[in-house]
């Protein structure tokens, strides 16, 4: 450990100690800050491993380094390979598992550390404990993967075959800027400092591909990687934990929120390390964005509850399994908040004990709120007139959010004003109900395209009309049928909608809007058979398409209800 004379007095007898190296298995050297807390030790150890710029230290959700060091915690927080001071080049994820493993190694015996190390962090830090654990390090005792996913391509990355465009090219920017920095690219830097002003805009450029700051020489190629694998392949499960989740035998405190670009992620990974048997899963699911954590989302005002204090709750999940105190006894395996309600709930397992169907039905023209689209809890009988709209590339469907893809519960009646979204609703609730877990949508379709999307998204409809978005899904033929689509065939679609928790409160509507694109949140199906990250409005394909609902094609959304 560093001399007394090199450590900085940071208050309440915590020390900080900047610029320690540790050395990996290929002579790689990164770089940490370690925060010691009052006492001569040694300490139970928190790590934190990301590519931000170790003094951010994710503070903008979590609690500053400091004051886990006044907890009692040795909190180390480290540059990932080729991010700040450490060495080498960054390419995501690649890296993660053996360096953290090595991390682990180096870390369980620094005389600061009693040998417990909990590991902890969001979004790109929440992979770097997944992948690390899968390693099986030692001395790591419990994790806290928040707002993140163990499987990169369908919690990250892609959503039913759709690319999640505008978050991949905003993201991927993001992290370019820094790489053309370290390779001195000055020009490219400047190009890529513009383009960051507005990183929704380019995932307007099409093709987007090539779009021009992906592909400047002397950059990494990982983004056009991103979009150049568009099925879950090999370089996916390089970079991933998807199949390798038995591997994993630590306890872990999830969290997620209802309105993160990683919400389908984090509860996916949630379920899949319960049903492989690692011990003492536990999931949080909040109504918050990326970031920040709070009450305010979009337009809602979620309530004084969604001011929860999750520092707290990290402090006593990794003094109950670091320190021994006992603290998370007692806790529900699932707290979840019930939008709507503005309140907590607790269960001990994910999802709905139930299931609720609504059936689609209408005279033939539900497009828009002016339709006749409606859901009902009885099925058709007889022949009912199909509803049509026409799917244009060049004009898609906005997303949930506007133009740049905002992540919240905006208010979706502006988006139901046109003809392209097809608008079911059904007739006043009766009594309150709640869904908890990931809707499905069943829709019998046709379509003239070789290859299209379909688009569901749950809305609550209030008394004063207001339309409140909840949750989204998309389906990609290619992703359901392969290349056996047909155009002009009947198919059965049925797909999953992201996961929630919603009351539906009497006198509530509930309302599923059907389309074909969600953009820019999705990138749009160019209607023909090329990679959409190749296609322009030189060979967009407009289409046209249908839904039934008669017998024998019954299209119906199923809510998972709970008691």
């Known amino acids: 450990m560093t001399t007394k004379s090199n450590l900085i007095d940071c208050g309440d007898g915590v020390r900080l100690e900047r610029g320690v190296t540790a050395s990996m298995r290929d002579g790689i050297e990164l770089v940490s800050d370690h925060y010691y807390p009052s006492g001569a030790g040694p300490f139970p150890t928190l790590l934190m491993r990301q590519p931000y710029g170790r003094a951010i230290a994710s503070t903008v959700v979590y609690a500053h380094p400091i004051w886990f060091a006044r907890a009692g915690y040795h909190v180390v927080i480290q540059d990932v390979r ?66 993140t996913a ?10 039913q075959g759709a690319l999640r465009l505008a978050d991949t090219i905003g993201w991927g920017i993001q ?38 700051v992906l592909a400047h020489k002397g950059l990494p190629s990982y983004v056009r990687d991103w979009i150049e694998h568009r099925s879950r392949d090999d370089y996916w499960r390089e970079l991933d934990i998807a199949d390798r989740t038995k591997a994993v035998r630590l306890p872990a405190l999830h969290l997620s929120g209802w309105y993160d670009l990683f919400l389908r992620g984090s509860i996916a990974g949630f379920r899949a390390l319960t049903a492989a048997g690692a011990p003492h899963q536990y999931l949080l699911a909040g109504p918050w964005i990326h970031i920040p954590f709070g009450d305010r989302v979009a337009d809602m005002s979620l309530g004084e509850a969604a001011q929860f204090d999750t520092n707290k709750l990290l402090l006593r999940w990794f003094n109950h399994w670091l320190k021994g105190t006992n603290d998370f006894a007692g806790e529900p395996v699932v707290r979840h908040f019930v939008l709507g309600a503005n309140a907590w709930a607790e269960s001990e397992a994910w999802g709905g004990n139930q299931t609720q169907a609504y059936f689609l039905r209408s005279a033939g023209s539900a497009n828009s709120r002016k339709g006749d689209g409606k859901l009902s809890r009885t099925s058709s009988d007889s022949i009912e007139p199909r509803d049509w709209f026409v799917q244009d590339p060049e004009t898609p469907v906005l997303a949930p959010g506007g133009p740049a893809a905002a992540a919240g519960s905006f208010d979706q009646a502006a988006i139901e004003q046109g003809n392209n979204v097809l608008v079911y609703t059904s ?3 009766e009594e309150d109900f709640c869904v908890l877990g990931s809707p ?12 299209t999307d379909f688009v569901g998204k749950l809305v609550r409809v209030r008394p004063d009309q207001k339309c409140e978005f ?4 998309a389906a990609r033929s290619d992703w359901l049928f392969g290349d056996a689509y047909l ?7 049925r797909f999953e909608l992201e996961p929630t928790s919603c009351r539906f409160n009497k006198g509530d509507c509930i309302r599923l ?27 967009w394909k407009r289409s046209t398409q249908s839904i039934l609902h008669e017998t024998g094609h019954a299209s119906k959304l199923e809510l998972p209800v709970s008691e």
């Open 82 to 147: 080729g991010r700040g001071d450490s060495d080498g080049d960054f390419y995501p994820f690649r890296n993660e598992g053996a360096d953290g493993f090595d991390t682990l190694s180096w870390l369980v015996k620094h005389p600061a550390c009693n040998g417990k190390i909990g590991m902890y962090g969001f979004s790109y830090q929440g992979m770097t404990q997944w992948l690390a654990a899968a390693e099986q390090p030692p001395g790591l005792v419990a994790i806290a993967p928040w707002m």
């Open 150 to 159: 163990h499987d990169l391509y369908d919690g990250w990355f892609y959503h």
């Open 175 to 212: 992290m370019l800027r820094e790489d053309s920095r370290r390779r001195q690219l000055t020009p490219v830097s400047a190009e890529l400092e513009a383009a960051w002003l507005q990183p929704r805009q380019q995932a307007y450029f099409t093709p987007y591909s090539e779009l021009p």
């Open 427 to 429: 007739s006043p609730v």
């Open 440 to 451: 499905i949508v069943t829709l019998h379709a046709t379509s003239s395209a070789d290859t």
């Open 470 to 473: 909840i949750c989204i899904g």
């Open 487 to 493: 155009a002009d065939h009947i198919h059965e679609w």
């Open 513 to 539: 809007e059907i389309a074909s694109s969600a953009f820019p949140l999705y990138d749009r199906n160019p209607g023909v058979r090329i990679a959409p990250s190749k296609a322009s409005p030189w060979n």
